[in-house]
């Protein structure tokens, strides 16, 4: 039987700081445009107070969530339990995008502190928690995290790796407004 919540309690937060993943949601406006659904890795996750979270963006092959995010705020972030007791968080709300040199991003890096860089930080301001059975979702082991992104990422200068997240990631697949290049401040 599903449960709503007003904010993030202990037990909550406990859940959440167990599992090993989660599943971020956005769609755009337009019923022409496409869902995009990203399972979330590593340490990346970050609860900031009972109503606020936040993720690390690290980046990938496109830019459909902080494009969406930008265009209408609509986001939703989904826990499972693949060990232990079956249970599915949802944490639905309002999206920001802070992106790499914007105003704040260096603050919110801040609370991911075995990064040295990511294209964004989503922050959300949770207004509705709800959870539900999760009898449907499979047992898996963990085993490790894989190291391919972060060593990706890691592989060239920052300067380097940061000019092309631009050239790459200017335009979701829809034609949305991904990240934009910071005018250099005078």
């Known amino acids: 039987m599903s449960k709503t919540y007003d904010a993030l309690d202990d037990r909550l937060i406990g859940f959440i700081r167990a599992q090993k993943m989660f599943f971020v949601a956005t769609a755009p406006l ?41 265009e209408n705020e609509r986001i939703t972030i989904m826990f499972c339990a693949f060990e232990g007791a079956a249970n599915i968080l949802r944490l639905y709300g309002r999206g920001e995008a802070v992106c790499m040199g914007e105003p704040g991003f260096d603050a919110l890096m801040a609370l991911f502190p075995t990064f040295d860089r990511a294209r ?27 190291e391919q992104l972060r060593r990706w990422v890691e592989a060239r200068p920052i300067e380097e790796w940061a000019e092309r997240r631009y050239a790459s990631n200017g335009q979701s697949i829809d034609g949305l407004t991904g990240l934009v290049k910071p005018e250099p401040r005078s």
């Open 120 to 146: 964004a930080v989503i922050r959300i301001q949770v207004d509705r928690i709800a959870d539900s059975c999760g009898w449907g979702v499979p047992f898996y082991e963990f085993r490790g995290e894989r």
């Open 30 to 70: 337009s019923t022409e445009g496409h869902v995009n659904m990203s399972p979330k890795g590593y340490d990346s996750f970050a609860i900031l107070d009972a109503n606020t979270v936040a993720y690390l963006d690290l980046g990938g092959s496109g830019v459909e969530t902080i494009a969406h995010v930008r």
